[in-house]
């Protein structure tokens, strides 16, 4: 592809343009699946509970009593202000929830990518280039392990391990109850807090905490890369470059370094973007095997008192991460990939 | 159909071992699904035994509860056994109905071209942007309220995740057979466009659904797990599923109790490992591209293998 630099921009803007309809595409979805069926949310959370006058009251007070295009207009119009709503059972903005949890899923999907990365990376190579060897067959297996195992499956199996063979190593929540009650506050998020208020023993509980959730998701997550990596160092390998490397007497373990890998890492990059999806799909499940208090628990929390505005609102968003974190990747990539760039 | 038989009886080497395994795995649970009242010791809700004895709650595997009993009283190995058809009904109704609506869907808007073709096109991938459990989630959430909790419902929520990709497929091959010559000649013979899209297209582009739907069937077996464990799939008196009692084997978990995990974990896994292996024997028994190169000798091993890495990478 021999385009200038001009193309490059234009490329990048018109990725970026397109987020808008795209989100407007899944807005509108989200928003008539969840309100356009028959029953409203108001009922669905209290009904049984509250009187129908108590119910009408609440319905005023949320504005759900208007026609449901206004509403719609003006869930449009919240969203573009970064605003998701106030939930309808206990009456917390969204974005609270957001603030107050998204740490927890934050360093849990961090931790779990770092992990997936060092572990599948690597591996992926190994698999690659010694293809249809015995540690071959042995990492593709357990790459296909990884695809069919569910992830809660995994992450019980490890805890019942953990709990033979560890015994106090814990296994459940972000921190042990004295640890939340002693760190302050600050950034919202549990490790930065402990990090600040430089307690080691706190600082060393957050961190155990985060091992055995961040491990399950990460054993997840390195399936997907040692698949991707492997095929693409394969793929790399085949190139004419490497032959002409090859060629020119360089010895085969720069060969595979410096040509195939570095080749094969940029298509990776691409797909490992695509994996947030994954992710946080991921992210929920592990949440709710290891009780860990992020967003995927507070979804679930919602979704069983059934309510409707807290679960648009957390899917809203969910939603934007996905196709903010989508477009970011195809510009990074638009950058660093050296065939658009010349 | 015939020929679809013997395309697989054709098979060689190692496409043909993986077939057979996926299949006899997957015929098992077919036939766990089918028996599973004369297989199963219990009822999947059966608390008590005949003679009204409560069953002991988590008792351990061994005489009478082969795998023991969980916190609900239940016999662990029959919830294991009606689980499969539980499985089954769910991933059966969601895959026909998936291709049902994306197939024509695809069909129609490739054909047609122009802004409808567009607008579907936009729709879909917005959709598939949407990781495909939060939209299972949404549509559970919804269908729970409407149809209750049962089979229906849970298939219904897999469906919408289905249909974006036989869209996908369909749709990009018939835009590709629309220019072909025998489709022009169609034209040229006068033939109605329902003719041509019923006559001439369906049979050309349908040859990846097959494919599709199995490696669709292995995802629904862990999409419908997944809702279960989330609390939005079918509830436990209306059947059993495998997700919804490893939920409940959580807190067990947790003090060290490892049968009621064990079992419909292991089932899933075996379920959709068979499944994945019927689906990637029939990519390479029935997709030209693959079926071509095992021709050439040389070539064989290298093309199968990278499009097969690639055919199971999730998205």
Redesign the interface.
Known sequence: MSSGSGSLSRYIAIRILLVV??MW??LT??FF??RV???DPVS?AFGGKLSEEALDVRRHNLGIDRPLIVQYLEYLGQVARFDFGKTISDNRPVLDLVRDNGGATLTLTIGAFVFAVIVGIPLGRLAGRY??SWGDIFI?LFG??T????I??VG??L??LV??LFPGWP??GIASPITVFTVQPKTHVLLLDAIFSGDGTAISDVLKHHVLPCFTLGLLLSG?II??V??NV??AM?GDYVEAARARGIAERHVVRRHAFRNALVAVVT?IG?QV??T??GA??TE??FNWPGLGTQ??KY??A?DYIA?QGL?TF??LI??LT?VFIDVINGLIDPRVRY | MRNLLRQIWNTKGLARWILLTGTIITVVFVVFALFAPWIAPFDFNQTRDASGVKFEKLGSPGAGHLLGTNDQFFDIFSRVIWGARTALEVVLLSVILSVAIGVPLGLVSGFLGGWVDRVLVFVMDAIYTVPYLLLAIIFAFMLNDKLGSGIVAAALSLVAIYIPQYFRVVRNTTVSAREATYVEAARAIGAKPTTIMRKYLFGNVVQSVPVIGTLNAADAVGTLAALGFLGLGIQPNEASEWGYDLSRALDDAQAGVWWPALWPGLAIILLITALTLVGEGLNETLNPALRRRRLRKVQFTDRVRTSDTEEVAPR
């Open positions: 309809p795209m595409v899944l979805l989200v699946l969840l069926a028959p029953g669905a293809r249809d593709r296909v392990l695809y069919a195992a569910p809660f499956w019980i199996m805890v019942l709990v033979k296994t459940s997907v698949r991707l492997r095929v394969i793929q085949k797909v695509l999806a994954a946080l799909a929920i499940l709710r095997t979804l679930v979704i069983l059934r679960v899917v969910f939603a996905v196709v989508s």
